[in-house]
């Protein structure tokens, strides 16, 4: 059809072609460019054709790469598929990828055809490389016919339980597919939903939420167990993650936490309220009892999701900004939403799209939140190049954040504003003058003053505006500005815009006792062009003589009779039955109702003033950042923000179950570790393990939340520590320790049934020769003075206790699956703190702890040296749980480095190669950098590696080369370091991980560690 030749004519390539068809279309018609069309379409792509066809993959591999860049131009390929669809079974991998890529595109164009490579596809998705298992997934979602609908769902959940993330990404992806082409599988696709939300993986995080929200939203039950992991996610996840994560936590914090603020307001009225006169004592403790329950405290998720999207205030992504701050708006405490503030401001630098979506945002927040926003004001300044709607919106916000200090500089800037060029802009600043003259009455009449200035300004539409903004101010205090009315009857001859017409008749009608004399003047001579008034302009002349015949009907009775006669014939069915009302309301006759004898009360009632408000007043109701917001409607799809419940719900479906094997732990006493260090360091270790003996005393206790793992790192840390600082105070150390070995003895003597430091329950054993000896290999790859030591608590706040904790980097031997951690603990308070023990631990899915048993007592001046294991489940996320003595708690966190999460592994060089080559394309990361001056040797190089990452050196042939290997402690996926160097200075960083993000993670920390 003629449809079809038109895109031809358009997509030809040739340019001769082309001129050919418009010729034969302009001489000899459409059968004649018809016959060329069919000639010519048979016989294209023919080329490409037999590139596909050929038994050369670069042939096919070039045509590919024509074909996608057809498509990127917007040309039609679809004549192709059959084509193309023949190579999805090419062992080529580049060529494989481009296929799937056409075929994502044109799958569902071509559905009968594509159905016909159902099998391959299926075939895809066991190939080996994750980007064709991804990929052939992808395609066979895109097929939408209902027939192949077992298959999809099968291949989803295959593809859930798939060991590459990016795979398990696509299934989240195929899931919203699946559902829109059979809801009936919902229950089936929740499953898969479930068990893709436990996923520890950030890149399937936000897929999945994704997937979550479009299948099952209401299903809050699923994200119970899965909140606090998401929280902690929150800041590795892709930005579009992260905003569809945000948005799903705000709904749900809405219906799981109590309202800070309104919480906050009840807090204070019952705290000011007086004691009945006759209440009994017992009634005074249960006021007291009731106020203890009745404080606000927040809940620690609450403030953990709070405190977890801070950060991402500064995020690049004005999106991921926006949904931060509509987090905040919608959650946070009154006191602390006001960090936001600096970051919507910064957005406003952006372009003008993003600067409209966030202004509307911000004249919504300044409404309720005016505080906010106050010390950003000259930042809504408008500028001559805005666009006319920023700079409304720009208006809307000055307004709002207008008050008795800054009232002033912002009328200056509106005097400005008034002499733009933009009419639009000029009739809303107007309007913007106006609301800041009702709000704040210091100012009325200052405003009123300017603005009647404008009634005198050459353009109509400013006087228009002014007038309109003028009657509504007066109506506040019309006694008080007859004069200015009088002046308004004057422009009658002058304004010809109806709005403003209608507007002064109204207010000489409404005041017409202010003005007697001047009243039936203006009746008089709107009554002589009556019939050329808009409709607007005639209803207020037919109320102004039924006002004017009301008060003075001696000077007016004629020419109301004469302007009713004239709209009693009006085109107009609306003026016409005005007229015939009002004729029989004030003129009254025999068949006259009792309304009549209403009519002066009917007439000349008085009116309220008319309250100026924003028109982003109500929106609030819609969450921010919505397309609802925007267009203060509700859209298709938008779910509406819960109310905040009225009772907490309970606080434990978010606790995450620990297995019973799990819970069954202890720690390893320094007279245990110190077997790990070898003979080298075994006679200093001996003097630290009477030492230790008496001090460390740990203690098994439940687990079931993030903080096990970082305490895990903490007590390994802290006991390399203890061995440094001998040799470096070995004199005093000797001294500390003789003096404590005396008091344990003279306790002993006195048949004391407790040692001073006890180990309730320590079942670890010691080590063997084996792990001796290894315990050597690993001194010499990351020598305990390159270990780093961190505060846990400081004495200050812990009010005497202060606790430093270091990762050993020394394998914990009841479970070689987790980090050792030391802490180190130092009493310099003058009295003993006893029962040191560990409690509320909260970790995420999946880690484990094993906590270090109790310490019963520290005496004052004494330190105590405790080791625990932790699972991190391979991520960095930080462990959060409360350090308890016989008097207090102190809430305490750890955050393992990600360099400790691995352990040594040695390959040779050849090992290493062909473990390298194995781990290609996407889990392979390249970086460039410049080595500091210091670190431009071998030597150099390999101890700032170490240091940065618990890695062995791997032997090798080049002395350009420094390769590295470990294998993360959790899951033993293999990290390959290669460092090589080149001319001055310059070097290239290569590390190659199954495990991405602890792959960039990794990169980011040795490349700080070369280069400062």
């Not at 009657?471 to 009857?489: G, R």
């Not at 780093?788 to 706040?797: A, F």
């Not at 190089?941 to 090798?956: F, G």
């Amino acid at each position: 059809n003629a449809e079809e030749i038109i895109s031809f004519i358009k997509q030809a390539a040739d340019s001769q072609i082309t001129v050919l068809l418009v010729a034969f279309w302009v001489f000899g018609g459409f059968h004649a460019v018809k016959y060329i069309f069919i000639m010519f379409s048979s016989h294209r792509h023919d080329d490409l054709k037999e590139m596909l066809d050929s038994n050369k993959d670069s042939l096919k591999l070039e045509a590919m790469k024509r074909i996608v860049a057809m498509i990127a131009r917007g040309k039609n390929a679809s004549d192709l598929f059959p084509a193309v669809v023949k190579n999805v079974a090419c062992k080529n991998i580049e060529v494989k990828k481009l296929v799937y890529v056409y075929l994502v595109r044109y799958a569902e164009e071509q559905q009968d055809l594509a159905l016909l490579s159902i099998s391959t596809f299926q075939r895809g998705l066991k190939d080996p490389n994750q980007l064709i298992r991804a990929s052939a997934l992808r395609v066979l979602s895109s097929i939408r016919v209902t027939i192949i609908v077992p298959i999809m769902m099968l291949a989803i959940k295959e593809a859930a339980s798939d060991m590459s993330p990016y795979v398990r990404k696509t299934a989240a992806h195929a899931i919203p597919k699946l559902y829109s082409l059979d809801p009936e599988q919902k229950d089936q696709l929740i499953e898969v939903i479930e068990k893709l939300l436990a996923d520890k993986t950030t890149l399937v995080a936000g897929s999945v939420v994704m997937a979550f929200e479009e299948v099952c939203p209401e299903r809050i039950d699923l994200i119970h167990k899965n909140y606090r992991k998401l929280c902690n996610l929150l800041i590795d996840v892709e930005e579009w993650g992260q905003v569809v994560i945000i948005n799903m936590l705000t709904r749900y914090a809405r219906t799981q936490f109590l309202n800070p603020n309104i919480n906050e307001s009840l807090l204070e009225e019952g705290g000011s309220g007086d004691k009945t006169f006759y209440g009994s004592d017992e009634d005074e403790d249960e006021d007291e009892e009731e106020k203890e329950k009745k404080p606000y405290v927040m809940d620690p998720d609450h403030r953990l999701l709070l405190r977890n999207t801070k950060p991402l205030l500064q995020s690049r992504n004005a999106a991921v900004v926006m949904a931060v701050a509509q987090l905040y708006f919608h959650l946070a405490p009154k006191a602390e939403v006001g960090v936001i503030a600096k970051a919507l401001v910064r957005l406003l630098r952006s372009h003008s799209e993003v600067q409209y979506v966030v202004l509307q945002n911000v004249a919504t927040m300044s409404i309720k939140r005016r505080g906010m926003f106050e010390p950003y004001l000259k930042s809504f300044y408008i500028r001559s190049t805005d666009p006319t709607q920023i700079k409304v919106l720009k208006l809307e916000v000055l307004t709002n954040l207008a008050n008795e200090t800054n009232i002033s500089t912002i009328l200056r800037e509106f005097q400005t504003y008034i002499k733009s060029m933009d009419k639009d802009f000029v009739a809303a600043t107007i309007q913007a003058i106006g609301r800041c003259a009702t709000n704040i009455s210091e100012v009325r009449d200052t405003c009123l003053n300017g603005l009647v200035q404008l009634l005198s300004n050459r353009d109509e539409l400013v006087v228009a505006e002014s007038v309109v903004v003028i009657k509504k101010l007066l109506q506040m205090q019309p006694e008080k500005h007859s004069d200015i009315i009088k002046h308004m009857a004057k422009l009658t001859d002058n304004i010809q815009v109806p709005m403003a017409r209608a507007s002064i008749l109204w207010l000489i009608g409404e005041y017409c006792e202010h003005v007697p004399k001047i009243a039936p003047d203006v009746l008089r001579k709107m009554a002589k062009s009556f019939t050329n008034e808009e409709d607007i302009v005639k209803l207020q002349i037919i109320n102004l003589a039924a006002k004017l015949y009301l008060t003075n009907s001696k000077q007016t009775k004629l020419l109301t009779q004469y302007v009713l006669n004239l709209a009693k014939y009006d085109q107009n069915y609306d003026i016409r039955d005005r007229a015939r009302f009002i004729r029989q309301l004030i003129v009254p006759t025999e068949k006259s109702g009792a309304l009549s004898k209403y009519a002066k009360k009917l007439f000349l009632a008085l009116k309220p003033a008319p309250v100026l408000e924003s028109p982003f007043k109500d929106r609030d109701h819609f969450q921010l950042g919505s397309l609802s917001h925007l267009l203060n409607a509700k859209a298709g799809g938008y779910q509406e923000l819960p109310d905040w419940p009225e009772a907490a719900p309970d606080p434990s479906v978010r606790n995450v179950e620990v297995k019973e094997s799990v819970r069954a732990v202890g720690t390893v006493t320094h007279r245990d570790t110190g077997a790990l260090w070898g003979p080298q360091r075994m006679e200093g270790s001996e003097k630290e393990e009477r030492k230790h003996q008496r001090k460390s005393k740990p203690r098994k206790s439940e687990s079931e939340s993030e903080s096990d793992e970082d305490e895990e790192s903490e007590s390994e840390s802290s006991q390399s520590e203890s061995e440094d600082s001998e040799s470096e105070a070995e004199v005093k150390k000797k001294k500390k320790v003789q003096t404590r070995v005396n008091y344990r003895e003279s306790a002993q003597q006195q048949g004391a049934s407790k040692t001073i430091i006890r180990f309730k329950k320590a079942g670890f054993s010691f080590l063997s020769n084996a792990h001796r000896s290894l315990g050597v290999f690993l001194q010499t790859i990351a020598p305990s003075s390159a270990l780093k030591s961190y505060e846990l608590l400081h004495r200050i706040t812990g009010e005497g206790l202060s606790v430093e904790y270091c990762f050993s980097r020394q394998p914990f031997s009841p479970d070689a699956n987790m980090v050792a951690v030391q802490m180190q603990f130092t009493n310099s308070a003058s009295s003993d703190t006893k029962n040191l023990h560990i409690e509320d631990v909260k970790l995420q899915s999946g880690m484990r702890v094993k906590e270090f048993p109790e310490i019963e007592l520290l005496p004052a001046g004494e330190t105590a040296t405790a080791v625990m294991g932790i699972d991190f489940c391979d991520s960095t996320q930080a462990a959060n749980f409360q350090l308890c003595t016989h008097t207090r708690k102190f809430f305490v966190s750890i955050q393992p480095p990600v360099g400790e999460l691995m352990r040594p592994v040695f390959l040779t060089e050849n090992e290493f190669k062909k473990e390298q080559g194995q781990l290609m394309g996407m889990n392979e990361i390249t970086e460039k950098l410049t080595l500091d001056v210091k670190c431009r040797n071998e030597h150099a190089i390999v101890q700032r590696v170490t240091t940065a990452a618990n890695l062995s050196r791997v032997p090798c042939g080049s002395d350009k080369e420094c390769r590295f290997a470990g294998r993360t402690v959790t899951s033993g996926s293999l990290v390959l370091v290669t460092v090589a160097t080149k001319e001055e200075g310059a070097a290239q960083l290569t590390v190659n991980c199954e495990k991405m993000v602890i792959g960039t993670m990794l990169v980011k920390d040795i490349l700080q560690a070369l280069t400062q």
